[in-house]
């Protein structure tokens, strides 16, 4: 039987669940006092501990014993996404950028943007939900909604940017480098006017293609995810 995995990024302050995941443990789960679960602080460790205490909502647990202890990794992917009309959409974006491993996914609004407005907590649930399904250790960062201004303006190691253009400009693999800090903008489905595209540009964002296929944005923010790991894999 698999050991209940549950984030708790206080644990060596606060020798309790929270309350959503005091009430996973007892009303899904059924655990009891004395079960052994393994703990997320989502930066970088993993440890066991048992429930010593079922006190109404609350869950308590006992001594912590580190069990993994992962070092920040030689590189870093932060998404900046123009969010869909339907946040689901989104939230598999998140879900499954999570579950690869990504260090930040922030919104912001552009000209062509469908969503004014999002909310954030249903975002970092699901960014829980898929840290502790996927076992990675680092939880991201998850903020918005910014103003393209703001995210132009960035300063970065690494800042590219998803653009459709014929012909296109070269792809993913080929425009960035290896182990850096990245940076990736992602426009709306009705794409970055081209104003914006030449404010990026003159801001030091590189232009890079995901090939000929015209993507969903949470596609786009997937396959820019993943193919960031893919370039950093030795």
Known sequence: MSIAVF???NAKDFSYLSEEESFHAIR????KVGEVIHLLDGRGSKYATKISAIEGKKVSFGA???IESEPKPSYTIHLYVAPTKQMERMEWMVEKCGEFGIHGIHFFASKNSERKEIKLHRLEKTAISALKQSKNLY?????GLHTFKEISAKKGEEKLFAFISNPPVAVLSKTALKGK???VLVGPEGD???DESAT???NHWKPFSLGKSILRTETAGIAVCH????LNID
Request: proline share 7%; charged share 20%.
């Open 7 to 9: 984030y708790a990024p």
């Open 139 to 143: 939880l991201p960062e998850i903020t």
């Open 181 to 183: 800090e990245y940076h």
């Open 200 to 202: 990026l540009k003159n």
């Open 28 to 31: 899904v789960l059924r655990l």
């Open 64 to 66: 912590l014993e580190l």
């Open 227 to 230: 193919g960031l790991h893919i």
């Open 192 to 194: 970055f006017t081209s």
